[in-house]
Every structure is written in structure tokens, then in C-alpha cells.
């Protein structure tokens, strides 16, 4: 018990205090996530979108079940392999993105990715069959009957995109196969929790943890902040 | 038919459930060591013979060193076996060990890049080539986690009168375990401390590396800095929760002649050569 | 009178089933048609022909003077809508989704047109209101505002007062009659309530099992019924 409420001290006192390793793992963590959740978003939407509207897709069999597979991929994987990609060894070594945050941020980007996929379709899927027969009725060309499709799917959208956000700021396994755990280039909250762990300095690890919530909360609190705003309770 | 299937299924994981607590005998041993200990692969070669001499289970709780020491404070392990010499002492000074033993000992080595470009290999200490690679600020990795590897590496900057986790480029803190420290360096081209032990281990995923100092052997090691003792401590039975008698029989076990014989031979069939050195008291004085 | 539509050798297919088979029809501008008939006769598949959402398997239609060859302009689409039995609203206010129509055309959205609409059909107070809260009756305002609101040449009705209570049915038949009176627009209505067709229709047709039973001056459907099926169907004797 004595920990844990050192742990809430601890972490009190660093933020106040505003130390610059704590500063810098805050900053390149919003970084990496933010980064990688927007490439995830901007490539993920349109073919989540797009599978859920397309009635007769050929190979939905096979699709749909990869990107199901593709949300339950376990990170560490995810890391391996974007590590081995990117490695000397490996077909993209010449891109020198290793233990960079640029590998990162790959590693993310391939986690969020079938989670923004999935939940998009989903979401678009569930959205009254009868719609697009309305907007093409009420002079919808085919692009605006996407777009109302997926603003009706708002809701399932949204929660896409909070579910790969949580995802990936959460995530330690690949960006310590990928980033090395650089300090000040390459340390990220999640990556620094477990290194205090390691270190046996427990209160300082939980502190951090409790600023990564922190984090995440004030991010998912703004989010629905807007979901609100947009009349979706 | 595939609800059946499905309550089968079910039937199956909840049983193996139930089950996976009580598999061995009577006492378990929580036993809280460093990683590079653990990964050598002494402590799976060698703990069977303990677990079946005793009829206990031994659980192997491999961290940093920090951590295991604090697992040791908290309560948490019921012996500690790890190579930080002035923190054992510390720690059973401060009570929360009964008496420190000596277990083994092997050696650090620096390791580099096959091209050199500090031009180290080969010297005779290790802080001169520390001094070296500082001099041609060559990438350095360090373990950068307060580990008993770390500690060593910080000892020996202050040797060679240079600060320890110096701030700059070409230092790079990793924070991580040896392994992946061996793998960064192997992948960029870097020097790093590590014990011979888990180097060996890792043979030929680290074709990029080479020993710069401390010999093929730790018979041709030219720097007694680089020797790393190792310490076992039973955790303090004040603290509640403790198997102090088993705790103590370990200890014993692991110090007596046998099992420090077969601390001599591990390693040769893999590597041609042993990866720790007996060094208990018993042994001493046989 | 020029008219809106000419259908000629019309058949719909779907594989083997074939459920609207017309040789002939015309649509007339500015008339209110009403058509009748038991159900699966046809009648929402050839409404759903007439506003462009699907192409007739065979035959061709003619629309407003140019016979359509394949892909339907999205002028011509834009001039017909549709008002289904059930309305199917966005997940917004009552007054944006009366607005989707002019959004979608990229017209200006501040217009008089929509609080012109809103207070004519009753529903300024509930202009701000979740739409997916209204009652039925609300909800088919809110359709027939939206549909209205883009001022369409050609105004379809799918059964559009099918589970209506009859303050409901009676206003959206007064706006209707009115929209046709005051703008001239063509209205084709399917009914299952033979008095709607009889109150409101300039002209009424029967369709049975995909084809045009019987088409006529609405009084003169009612009262003197050229064709054995239409009598029978009028009698509510089950029609096969």
C-alpha cells in the first residue's frame, strides 16, 4: 500500500516538476501514437468503409476473417517482424528506420490498422440497409451515398478510432523491438514503465503509468467531448 | 452437435485450469535472479537436481538486478542470486538478507564492431578502452538499467576518469536486458560491455561483433576488473511468508562441491570453453 | 397534356420472375396518378423504375421527351423522388435531414425553403429534436418536407400514409394536393386504400401480378369499371 501511494506522490511531483526525460517520453509517446493512428485512420476508414458497402465483394470469405485475425494480432509479433523488416538483414534495412522512432511508428500503424479496418466496417455494416436506396432517392450521386453512410456510422467510427488509440499508446512490446529504448531518442512511457521495473524502482514505474492514463484519459475525455457536441450521446 | 463440441471444449480448459497449481510435489523455492543468469542456461541445467533431491519446485524469477534485490526487500523471493557485490552487502546489512555467499564467478568482456574504429582491440584494460572509444566517440551501448553489468560499466568510466552515462550522441542508455543490448549493438555497429556468458549464448546472431577486450577465454582475460563474482542470500524469515529452511538448503546445495563441479563444466560442449568458475567456499577448500 | 413518362415493352426481371410486364403507359404531366392492386403486383418495383433506381430488363423509358439509353443523367435523377411507406431519417436533427436534399445538390442550405416547409407540415417546434424520436406520423413529415423541400419535377409515394393515424393521413394528402395544385408537379401514388387513390388521384390504374389491369379517369374507374378484375378487386373479392 505504501508504494501506490508513493506512486500517486511520485507522479504528483513529476508533472509538477515537469522533469525533461518525463517531458521527452510524453512528447515522442504522443508522437509515435498520434502519428501512427492518423496514417492508421486516413488508409484504414476509406477500405473499411468501402468493404462494408460493397454487397458482393469477391473474396469476402477470405477477407473478412483476415481482418478479424488482424485485430487480435499479438504487438510483440507486430514488433518482431516490422524488426526483422527493417533490420540490415532484412528487405527494408537500407531505410535505416530501426530504433528510430520512424520504426516506431510503422510498428503502430500495422497494429491500428486492422482495428480501424474491422470496427469501420462494422460499423457501416450496421447502418439501416435501406439508406443508400433513400440518398440515391433523394439525388445522392455514389460518392454521397459513401459519405452519409459513413457519417450514420459515426458512432461505430468513433469507437474505431478510440479502440486503436488505446490500442497503441498502451502497446510496450514492439516499440522496444522496434525503438530500442533509447533515452531521448527513442523512449516512450510504456517502454520507460518497464525499464524502472526492471530497475526495481516501483513507485516511479507506477507513477508513470498513472501519467500514461492520465494521457489516454484526457485524450478519450476530449474525443467524447466531441462525439457530444455532434449530437451522438 | 457444436454445442457439445463447444461444452467439451469448455470442460477441457477449466480441468487444465484447476489443475496447472498443484503439478509438483510440496514446497516451491521463489528464486529471484538477473536475466543474463537466467539466459546462460546454468540455472536450467543445474535445478532439476535440486527439485528432485528435495522434492520442491523451484520458480525462477529472472528481472534487473534492481528488481530482484527489491522482490528480495518486499518479501516477494525466498533467495536472491545476484552479481552486484556492493549492493549484496548492502542489503544484507540493512537485514533483509540472514549472510551472503560466494557462488561462482565469470568475466566481462567488451565487445565491438568487426572495422574497429576506436581501435581497441586487444588492450590490455578495459578502462583504456573505454577511454578509447570516448577519445573517438564510437557508439557506445550500455545496458542503461541499473543492473550488475551496468554497475560494472559505470566503475569502469570512473576508472579511466571519464563520467559514467555520459549525455551525449554516441552514448546510447538502452534500458533494456543483455540480449537485446547485444542485438542493438550487432545491428549499429556498436561497442558494449557484456558478460561473456550470454555473448557466447548468442553466438551466431551476432555475426557484426567480435571480443575487443578480454580475451577468447576468461584464462587469457588481462583485466581483473572485468571478473564478476556472484552472491546467494536467503531473504530474512522476519519478513513473513518466507521458506527460510528450504531458502538455507538451497544455499547449502548450491555451494557443496558437486553442484560446483558441474558449474565448472557447463558450457565447454556448447562452447568449447565454460561460461562461469566455481568459487563458493567449500570449494576454495577442498 | 405532354406527358412525364412513356413506358414502352417494359419488363422487369428477376432471373425467372418477371414482376412488372407493361407494353405500354403513359405518365402525364402535372396529373396525380393513382395506382391500386393487391400486394406483389408490382406496383413499388415500377415506382422504383420511375425514380431511376433500378433499369427495366427489357424495354425502355421515355422521360420527359428523351428516351433513356443506359446511365440516367443525375439532372433527370435529381428531378424525381421518392417518399417510402417507412422513411428512412439520419441520425440528426428534424431539420437537417429536411435540409439532405438541398445539401446533396451543394445548394445553399439557409434558405426560406426549409422553415417554409418545416412550418407547413407542423414541425418548427420539433425542428431541433433527435429525428430518430418522432412518432410514424412525425417521421412521414419529415419525408414528405425532405422531398418537397428540393422541388421535384416528379414526387413518388410508396404507400406513404400505410400506418398513419388519420390526422396524419389527411394532412399529407392536403399537402400533396396542394404541391400538385400550386406547382404543377407530376405525382404517381401507390395506395393500398382504395378511397386515398379515389380522393386524390386525377387518374387510377390496377395493376395485378406485373401488369396494367386497367387505367382510367378515377371516376370513372370507381363507377364504371371496364375490366372483370378491376370490378372484382373493387368488390374486395381476392384477386389472382
Known amino acids: 500500500m505504501g508504494t501506490l501511494a508513493r506512486a500517486f506522490a511520485d507522479a504528483l511531483g513529476l508533472l509538477w516538476n515537469m522533469e525533461p526525460a518525463l517531458v521527452e517520453a510524453v512528447v515522442l509517446t504522443l508522437q509515435v501514437t498520434l502519428i501512427a493512428l492518423v496514417i492508421a485512420l486516413v488508409i484504414g476508414v476509406p477500405i473499411g468503409a468501402a468493404i462494408g458497402l460493397t454487397r458482393h465483394l469477391p473474396g469476402r470469405w477470405l477477407i473478412v476473417p483476415l481482418i478479424y485475425t488482424g485485430m487480435g494480432l499479438p504487438p510483440v509479433t507486430v514488433g518482431l517482424f516490422t524488426y526483422l523488416v527493417l533490420s540490415n538483414q532484412g528487405p527494408l534495412g537500407g531505410l535505416g528506420w530501426l530504433f528510430t522512432p520512424a520504426g516506431m511508428i510503422v510498428a503502430q500503424t500495422i497494429i491500428a490498422f486492422p482495428l480501424v479496418v474491422g470496427l469501420t466496417m462494422a460499423a457501416v455494416q450496421g447502418v439501416d440497409p435501406n439508406l443508400p436506396v433513400q440518398m440515391l432517392s433523394l439525388g445522392a450521386t455514389r460518392r454521397q451515398v459513401a459519405t452519409v453512410t459513413l457519417l450514420e456510422a459515426r458512432v461505430g467510427v468513433t469507437a474505431a478510432v478510440v479502440a486503436a488509440y488505446g490500442a497503441i499508446i498502451s502497446e510496450v512490446g514492439a516499440v522496444m523491438l522496434v525503438g530500442g529504448n533509447i533515452e531521448g531518442e527513442t523512449r516512450v512511457l510504456t517502454t520507460a514503465i518497464v525499464l524502472e521495473t526492471r530497475k526495481g524502482n516501483f513507485a516511479l514505474a507506477m507513477a508513470l503509468g498513472i501519467i500514461l492514463l492520465t494521457l489516454a484519459f484526457v485524450t478519450n475525455f476530449a474525443f467524447h467531448r466531441l462525439q457530444v457536441h455532434q449530437g451522438v450521446r | 452437435m457444436l454445442t457439445r463440441i463447444m461444452t467439451f471444449v469448455l470442460a477441457v480448459l477449466l480441468a487444465a485450469a484447476c489443475t496447472g497449481g498443484s503439478s509438483n510435489g510440496s514446497r516451491v523455492l521463489r528464486l529471484a535472479t538477473t536475466t543474463s543468469t537466467n539466459d546462460s542456461g546454468l540455472l536450467d541445467a543445474l535445478l532439476p537436481t535440486f527439485e528432485t533431491e528435495y522434492d520442491a519446485r523451484v520458480d525462477v524469477v529472472a528481472v534487473g538486478t534492481g528488481q530482484a534485490i527489491a522482490l528480495g526487500e518486499a518479501g516477494d523471493a525466498d533467495v536472491i542470486l545476484v552479481h552486484a557485490r556492493a549492493r549484496e552487502e548492502a542489503f544484507v546489512a540493512e537485514g533483509h538478507g540472514t549472510a551472503r555467499s560466494d557462488v561462482m564467478y565469470n568475466d566481462f568482456v567488451i565487445v565491438g564492431p568487426i572495422d574497429d574504429p576506436a581501435g581497441v582491440t586487444g588492450t590490455l584494460l578495459a578502462s583504456d578502452a573505454l577511454a578509447a572509444i570516448a577519445a573517438a566517440k564510437a557508439t557506445f551501448a550500455s545496458r542503461g538499467d541499473d543492473s550488475g553489468t551496468h554497475s560494472k560499466e559505470r566503475l569502469l568510466w570512473e576508472t579511466a576518469g571519464m563520467t559514467s552515462d555520459p549525455d551525449t550522441y554516441w552514448y546510447k542508455s538502452l534500458g533494456q536486458g543483455m540480449g537485446s543490448t547485444l542485438g542493438y549493438a550487432n545491428e549499429v555497429g556498436a561497442y558494449t560491455l557484456t558478460d561473456r556468458g550470454t555473448f557466447l549464448a548468442q553466438g551466431e546472431s551476432l555475426p557484426d561483433l567480435r571480443v575487443m577486450v578480454g580475451g577468447a577465454s576468461i584464462d587469457e582475460n588481462t583485466d581483473p576488473a572485468l571478473l564478476n563474482p556472484y552472491g546467494v542470500i536467503p531473504v530474512h524469515p522476519d519478513k513473513g511468508g518466507i521458506d527460510a529452511e528450504l531458502g538455507n538448503l538451497f544455499v547449502e546445495w548450491l555451494t557443496s562441491i558437486e553442484v560446483q563441479e558441474k558449474i565448472e563444466t557447463f558450457g565447454i560442449d556448447s562452447f568449447g570453453q565454460p561460461l562461469f568458475y566455481p568459487n563458493s567456499a567449500p570449494w576454495r577448500s577442498r | ?240
Open chain 3, 1 to 240: 397534356m405532354t406527358s412525364a413518362y412513356e413506358l414502352a415493352d417494359v419488363r422487369h426481371c428477376y432471373g425467372d420472375r418477371c414482376v412488372v410486364d407493361i407494353p405500354t403507359l403513359e405518365v402525364l404531366q402535372g396529373e396525380i396518378l393513382g395506382l391500386v392492386g393487391p400486394s406483389g403486383a408490382g406496383k413499388s418495383t415500377l415506382l422504383r423504375l420511375l425514380d431511376f433506381l433500378e433499369t427495366p430488363t427489357d424495354g425502355h423509358l421515355t422521360y420527359g421527351g428523351t428516351r433513356i439509353d443506359g446511365d440516367v443523367s443525375l439532372a433527370d435523377r435529381r428531378d424525381v423522388t421518392t417518399v417510402f411507406q417507412r422513411p428512412m431519417l439520419l441520425k440528426r436533427s428534424v431539420a437537417a435531414n429536411v435540409r439532405i436534399g438541398r445539401r446533396l445538390r451543394g445548394l445553399d442550405t439557409k434558405d426560406r425553403g426549409t422553415e417554409m416547409w418545416l412550418d407547413r407540415l407542423g414541425l418548427t417546434d420539433l425542428a431541433d429534436a433527435p429525428a430518430r424520436t418522432l412518432s410514424a406520423g412525425e417521421a412521414q413529415r419529415v419525408a414528405l418536407a425532405r422531398a418537397l423541400v428540393v422541388e421535384p419535377s416528379v414526387l413518388l409515394l410508396d404507400e406513404p400514409t400505410g400506418n398513419l393515424d388519420p390526422y396524419n393521413v389527411g394532412l399529407l394528402e392536403e399537402i400533396v394536393r396542394t404541391e400538385n395544385a400550386e406547382r404543377g408537379t407530376t405525382i404517381v401514388i401507390v395506395t393500398h386504400d382504395v378511397f386515398q387513390a379515389r380522393r386524390l388521384a386525377d387518374r387510377t390504374g390496377l395493376m395485378v401480378s406485373g401488369r396494367v389491369i386497367e387505367l382510367a379517369e378515377t371516376k370513372g374507374f370507381f363507377s364504371t369499371p371496364q375490366q372483370p378484375q378491376t370490378a372484382a378487386f373493387l368488390r374486395g373479392d381476392l384477386l389472382i
